[in-house]
Every structure is written in C-alpha cells, then in structure tokens.
C-alpha cells in the first residue's frame, strides 16, 4: 500500500497516548492582542477534507459575511491542539473530549462548545474472510494497536462484557499491512483512514464503529477557554454561524468538498478519489438525527452524560460543566 497519510489518531496509535503534548501543567490563558473580528481555528491535523465544512465556510464568504476573518491553523504530530488556543494563538481548536479532559486535569480552562462528530471515528477493522462484527468476536482474536491505546481497547471490552484478556495484543503500526499480511486478525483506526485507504486498493474491509456499541466520546470538538467566552462572544458565535453554514453545505455536497480540499491545498499531497471517499465516510459520523433536528454541532445532557461514563473508564473524570452549549444556541438562533 503506499503511504497514508496519518491524522490526530495515528500519533494516538504511534505511542502519543491521550495527554500527548500536554506533559507541562496548564498556565492560565494569555489572551494575544489581536485585529478586531480577526480570530485562528487551530486544526487537529493536517488539511484534508476532515475539515472540510471549515474549507467550505472560508470559500463561500460565510465568516465575512459574520464580519469576521477566519485563519486555519493545520496541526500536525508535533503541534497538539491545546496549547495554542490556551494561549490565545487561537481563538477556537478542534480537539476531542479525552484530549479536552486530559488537558483539564492539568488546569486548561476549557469549554466544550460544539461536536462536529456525533460519533466517535474509533472502529475495529478486520477482513471479510475472518470479521469482527461486534466486540464479542474480539475474544481469541489478535488486534494490531499501539499500547497507547489500551485505555480504549479496555473501556470497549467493559462497556460489552468482553475478557479484554481473552484480545492478543499486538503492537503495530498506524498501516493497514499488518492485517493484510495476515499477522493481526484486526486493527484499531479510524473509520475514515485505514479502512479508506484499503478500499482504495480494492481491499473492502469489515468496519465496527465501537461508536455503535457504547463507546462515546466526542471527537472533533470546538473548544475555547473561559476568557475567550467572556471577552469574545460574539466572535465565538460569529465563528461558530460559519461552521454551521460550511458544514451544512458539506452534508449536501460531500463531493464537493472533497474537490475542493484538493484545489486549496495543491501541495498537500492529496489525491481526489481518496478525499471524496474520506469525505463521503465522513457524514455519517457527522451527523444524525440530533444535528437533523438541531443543528449542526449539537449535543444534549444524554450525551455529554454518555461521555462522562467512558471517559471514566478512559481514566478521566469530567463534569457537565465541561460542555457550554450557549453559544451554540446563539449560532442557531
């Protein structure tokens, strides 16, 4: 296979662990003078149409229209996501709850104020031939994973009654190889990379989102600080309305978005028919009956109390008052 190109869960899956690049405690934030209405998102990965809404609402205009300015900040395997938005180098970073809680442990002050994903991207990928269908047929079975991700494998196996000990544990790569070669009989990855990238080879693997069987944690969150809430609302809200529009244009076009990703970034390295498949893999995950009812980004007290208990058995402990739906609600209002 050739090379993939890794997002924010393969330095996850290489080693990086939950708390990657948040090893010095949290200072409190430092907000930067800035532009008026000028505010940075900082990405969670390099470009590509994961962020794709995000392209969408700086091509159409749907922040200048808010007034306001919008600079993507791509991350990358050596810039995690919190430091610059505690900073106040960004405004807004795209992050996920354990990366969120692990950097509130050591005295971020962050909110969570939107979800992209409704569902967590984690899933089991395995073959055809000898298919993980649900964790219960984990048991016996060799999964090829970092050790980092032990955390993960042990909260899906409790949350279903699976013996985590009956699971071989093979340490391996963020590639797809292992299990094509026959040395794993499945993978730990995101369903939008490893399994695309098999596909793409003509290689169509068996893909079971841990999402639909108890694990919640929401991924591709929007945080802010506290004193970004309090001084820059109204930029926040502004930020939030382009996402929304962006997004929503996604859902409708995921094919668009994809070719679009592709002309923005020329030098990124990405080939269009893997970007409209990531792309078109994407939605689901993205949105639901929730967002379909609400909006883009919502999330409700059932789901951030769904949260609160897996990311207990990810080993961290959270309140609701992680989560700040209020300026969400402004976006959509």
């Not at 969670?44 to 809404?53: I, K, N, P, R």
């Not at 609400?294 to 409700?300: A, I, L, M, S």
């Amino acid at each position: 296979m050739p090379p993939f190109r890794l997002t924010r869960r393969s330095a996850l899956a290489l080693g990086g662990g939950l708390a990657a690049g948040l090893a010095a405690p949290f200072a409190a934030p430092r907000l930067q003078a800035q532009a008026a209405r000028t505010a940075a998102m900082q990405l969670s990965w390099l470009h590509s149409v994961q962020f794709g809404g995000s392209y969408i609402a700086l091509d159409r205009g749907y922040w200048a229209a808010e007034g306001l300015e919008v600079v993507l900040q791509p991350g990358g395997p050596n810039a995690p996501v919190e430091p610059p938005v505690v900073s106040g180098q960004a405004l807004v970073g795209i992050s996920a709850a354990d990366y969120t809680a692990a950097a509130v442990e050591q005295g971020a002050p962050f909110r969570i104020l939107a979800v992209a994903m409704q569902k967590n991207p984690f899933a089991i990928a395995s073959l055809p031939a000898n298919p993980v269908n649900t964790p219960a047929d984990l048991a016996g079975k060799r999964i090829g994973m970092a050790l980092a991700n032990t955390p993960v494998l042990q909260a899906l196996c409790s949350l279903n009654g699976v013996d985590v000990t009956a699971v071989e544990v093979v340490p391996t790569q963020y590639d797809a190889a292992p299990l094509l070669a026959g040395q794993v009989d499945c993978l730990l990855c995101w369903a939008t990379d490893l399994p695309v990238a098999m596909a793409m080879q003509g290689v169509e693997a068996v893909t079971m989102l841990m999402a639909d069987h108890g694990y919640a944690v929401h991924s591709q969150t929007y945080i802010a600080t506290d004193a970004s809430i309090a001084e820059r609302r109204a930029e926040l809200v502004a930020l939030l309305k382009g996402e929304v529009r962006g997004w929503t244009d996604y859902k409708a076009d995921p094919a668009a978005a994809a070719a679009l990703t592709v002309r923005m970034f020329p030098d990124a390295g990405l080939d269009l028919p893997t970007q409209e498949l990531q792309a078109d893999r994407q939605v689901p995950l993205m949105f639901s009956d929730l967002t379909d009812a609400n909006g883009f980004g919502w999330f409700t007290e059932e789901t951030v109390a769904a949260n609160i208990e897996t990311l207990a058995l990810l080993g961290r402990k959270v309140t609701p008052e992680l989560w700040d739906r209020s300026l969400l609600e402004e976006a959509h209002g």
